[in-house]
């Protein structure tokens, strides 16, 4: 067998049309949308790169699934069936379901966390961050270097620095520390992996310092394959028993099933302790719904009951990490320059070395996504200044971020390496005619997760 990327492992029982635009309507869409593409209609999007969030395509037996759904208010079959799948791949016991990850989130952060607290992490995703700031505690990002670096080969990016994360815990203790959030993989820096050594590692020194530690496990599954083909010892071993391993180091997580859940909505969080989980649910009845529902219907939690068992296959993964790494491959030929090594759902380009002559106040991720979608009709998105850089309000100047990525997410199951082409076609065109890539100014923002509604011109 050759390692090349072989064909899809389904075929198609349903069809979604894609609709065409010409380039005058785009630049005219684009306009009209402020030049931000969360404000285009998805109508008028070719081929959807946005995010890889309940974008996923369900399987036959996901839709069958549905009807077996239990919309029982309390104590339904399909909470029962959900929570047995979830203990089977986390090993913890107490299970509770929310409307998406952010909802579990929002659990998390009221549970533990204090005005003055500190959360260390690998990278937080910027929903966590959101929270963590809104209550008035500090994230804090303790990635290792390399993983800053986007032509650093390390195969596990995501890793925590266990040096740093030591000190913090020696500077700040158990008291004013309420849990540390590993994320797997890793979103802001190009869904690179962390590896069960440093995972085991890390909860080593949690534990010696009385300290939980939890995972927002989003994109578990894309983690555990990473593990299984760049971690000794694991290349012959069932991605379940990796996540089993992986899971039995922490005390919990938080999950958005719109990743690696395989459906459209959901979310969850999963505790081994029974206190936490008690905790948890005094919370869920306000925010969410009683906890055997959470906030989700009966039908939904049986559709990821067996989205969750789907993304453990390994010829699901084996292709899914593939087509990421057939696009990557196509630019990285091309001379495109992107983060290395490609992760696990999504191709990321290096804007700064992409647009080096648009200076960084003019969002250079920014003027890339605009021309991508007037250019193709693709819709990518800025992990650059606009997502992740803030406006100082004392100042009135920018913080900047580390990194000024543009994230090409893959949608699971949804497009074929025929559109993989077609994106790598654009986006080496752009590339080649890079010189004539206009820079932006944002000409209206909101305080919190400002990149949703922020509005910019050309500059
Ligand atoms: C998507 C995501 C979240 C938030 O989940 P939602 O379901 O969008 O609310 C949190 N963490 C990570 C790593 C994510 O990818």
């Given at each position: 067998m050759s390692d090349s990327i072989g064909p899809e492992p389904y075929k198609f029982k349903m069809v979604e049309p894609l609709r065409q635009t010409s380039r005058e309507d785009r630049e005219r869409l684009i306009a009209e949308a402020g030049y931000n593409v969360f404000n285009l209609r998805a109508e008028d999007v070719y081929i959807d790169l946005l995010t890889d969030s309940g974008t996923s395509t369900m399987s036959q037996f996901q839709w069958a699934a549905l009807l077996l759904g239990d919309e029982s208010y309390a104590g339904s079959r399909s909470f029962f069936r959900f929570?047995?799948?979830?203990?089977?791949?986390?090993?913890?016991p107490y299970v509770l379901p929310t409307h998406q990850g952010r909802g579990a989130e929002n659990i998390l952060a009221a549970m533990l966390i204090q005005p003055g607290s500190v959360i260390p992490g690998n990278m937080h995703f910027d929903t966590t961050r959101a929270h963590i700031k809104l209550k008035g505690a500090t994230p804090l990002d303790l990635?290792?270097?390399?993983?800053?670096?986007?032509?650093?080969c390390h195969p596990f990016k995501a890793n925590i620095d266990l040096g740093r994360l030591e000190g913090v815990l020696q500077e700040h203790g158990s008291r004013k520390?309420?849990?540390v959030l590993i994320t797997v993989t890793c979103n802001n820096n190009g869904g690179q992996p962390a590896s069960m050594e440093n995972v085991r590692s890390a909860a080593e020194i949690c534990r010696r310092y009385r300290v939980p530690l939890f995972f927002d496990a989003a994109r578990f599954a894309e983690n555990c394959y990473f593990i299984r083909t760049r971690e000794s010892g694991y290349q012959d071993r069932e991605i379940l028993r990796i996540a089993q391993e992986m899971f039995s180091y922490g005390d919990g997580c938080v999950m958005s099933s719109k990743k690696d859940g395989l459906v459209n909505?959901?979310?969850f969080m999963a505790f081994s302790d029974e206190t936490l989980y008690r905790q948890a649910c005094g919370l869920a009845v306000i925010y969410e719904g009683f906890p055997t529902y959470g906030g989700m219907a009966g039908r939904d939690m049986e559709a990821l009951s067996v989205g969750l068992q789907e993304v453990l296959e390994l010829p699901y993964l084996r292709f899914r990490i593939e087509q990421v790494a057939h696009l990557a491959g196509r630019l990285q030929e091309g001379g495109v320059p992107i983060v290395l090594p490609p992760g696990g759902h999504a191709v990321y380009l290096d804007a700064r070395r992409f647009a080096p002559h648009i200076p960084q106040r003019e969002f250079r991720g920014q003027a890339l996504v605009v021309a991508l979608?007037?250019?193709a009709g693709i819709r990518g998105v800025d992990l650059g200044p606009s997502m992740f850089g803030e406006e100082d309000t004392a100042t009135g100047h920018e913080k900047y971020p580390d990194l000024e990525l543009v994230r090409l997410a893959i949608p699971r199951r949804a497009y074929t390496n025929a559109h993989m082409d077609f994106v790598a076609d654009s986006i080496l065109e752009i590339y080649h005619n890079r010189v004539n890539l206009r820079g932006l100014k944002m000409v209206y923002q909101t305080p919190i997760l400002r990149h949703f509604t922020c509005r910019f011109d050309y500059a």
């Open positions: 929570q047995e799948t979830v203990t089977n791949i986390t090993g913890y990635v290792i270097a390399p993983g800053l670096d986007p032509e650093d520390v309420p849990f909505i959901g979310g979608y007037v250019e």
